[in-house]
């Protein structure tokens, strides 16, 4: 296998992960991620070195965004109904991050996440979404503070066991 | 105190993430210190990082399924999403990077082709839908076919096919890539969904065709400047049969009388 490739099997988990969070739909995000790997393969002459990492994330944020704008004409799906199907049994604490993220328009999630989940550094995401560094780090804090605000209103006052 | 010293959001924000240049981070805890609402902002921020990872960090320790194998994906021509958005995805991608688009847009395909594929990820995407599957239901269906028939620009007239065991659940108008298109969503009461989109193009008429995409499979022809895609469920064999049923009952209206 050639060492393109290779680099791009490499980066398959990582695709899944974000395009899972990116998503909250594991059939969504894995057929995104394999679109984002066909097309990544088709443009391998397209590729001149550099960030591996941040070519595939681009891809898969552009694809991602191309399918909102198909979806845009539907109307508004309730989050309550999408997070329940996402929601694993007694993991209550993933199941408010996933309705959190719900919140967040696609450029925060795409950021936050980006930064939280995948570890890419400020500047890495600005080029991953095509916008100056400045604009990320609001993003981020608008994405944080949407989270927080979420979780702090919904969620019912912890009660202490004693 | 002085400007040096004051925090701002964004610090906060670089400080969590570990972005911050090495002088400020003293700064920075320094601030915390003093600042509780502050600390407790930060102490949340980490805390929703820690629930993401929770969340989602397991997949990277995932084997990936074999649908994602490279060499078996190399060889397909189209993605199931991409397909649609190719020439945009591929403007957007270099526009975003600086990479270069050159040779991305050479990939030729027809109206037809392009529209066939446009009709399989609509397919994809509103047959899973539980509460919005249509805009318009198709109890409606006068009101359905005559605004459908103003926006695509032809008359429209969506098949009967009760004798196959499909009710017509209602449709929706979409983007197509030459213009407004229009969907009609049938489902039989295995709760099976079968889709016609249907559009105009530059093609006069062809005969039935056939095409898969995932899991789906759909049957497409061209009648009188009117293209339509027949999707459904690959594996049912229905398929077959109700496009054929849909075929000749356009054909048959749209025939030169007399």
Known sequence: ???????????????????RALTRDAEIADDIVQDTLVRALRSEHLFHGGDMRAW???????????????????????????????????????????????????EQRSALLLVVLESLTYREVSEVQGVPIGT??????????EIKAYLDGERPALRRVK | MNDRDHVSEEELNAYVDNALPA????????????????????????????????????LEYETPPPRFNLDRLARRRFGALAAVAASLAAFLIGA?????????????????VRFTNDALVAYRLYT???????????DERPHLVQWLSKRVGSPLNPPELDKQGLKLVGG?????????????????????????????????????????????????WVDRNLAYVLSGPMETGKLREIAQAAYDQIDRRTAPQG
């Open chain 2, 23 to 58: 002088d400020r981070r003293g700064v920075v805890e320094a601030w915390l210190s003093t600042h509780p609402d502050d600390a407790a902002r930060v102490a949340a921020w980490r805390r929703q990082a820690e629930l993401l990872c929770h969340r989602y960090g397991h």
């Open chain 2, 128 to 138: 899973v839908e539980v509460r919005h599957p249509v805009e318009v239901p198709g």
């Open chain 1, 1 to 19: 296998m050639s060492e393109f490739r290779e680099r791009i099997e490499a980066a398959i988990p990582a695709l899944r992960r974000y395009a």
């Open chain 2, 96 to 112: 975003a990077a600086g990479w270069t688009v050159h040779g991305m847009e050479t990939e030729k395909s027809s109206d037809l």
């Open chain 1, 56 to 106: 595939l994330y681009t891809i898969l944020t552009n694809l991602n965004r191309n399918r909102l704008r198909t979806l845009a004409r539907r109307p508004v799906v309730s989050p309550i109904k999408d997070t329940d199907a996402t929601a694993s049994g007694p993991d209550s604490g993933g199941r408010d991050i996933v309705r959190a993220l719900e919140m967040l328009t696609e």
């Open chain 1, 136 to 145: 990320v780090m609001s993003r981020l804090a608008r994405a944080r503070n």
């Open chain 2, 172 to 220: 929706r108008l979409l983007p197509g890539p030459t213009g407004p298109s229009a969907f009609f969503m049938y489902e039989n009461p295995a709760g099976e969904r079968f889709t016609l989109y249907c559009g105009r193009v530059s093609d006069s008429e062809t005969a039935l065709r056939y095409t898969t995409g995932g899991q789906n499979a759909a049957y497409y």
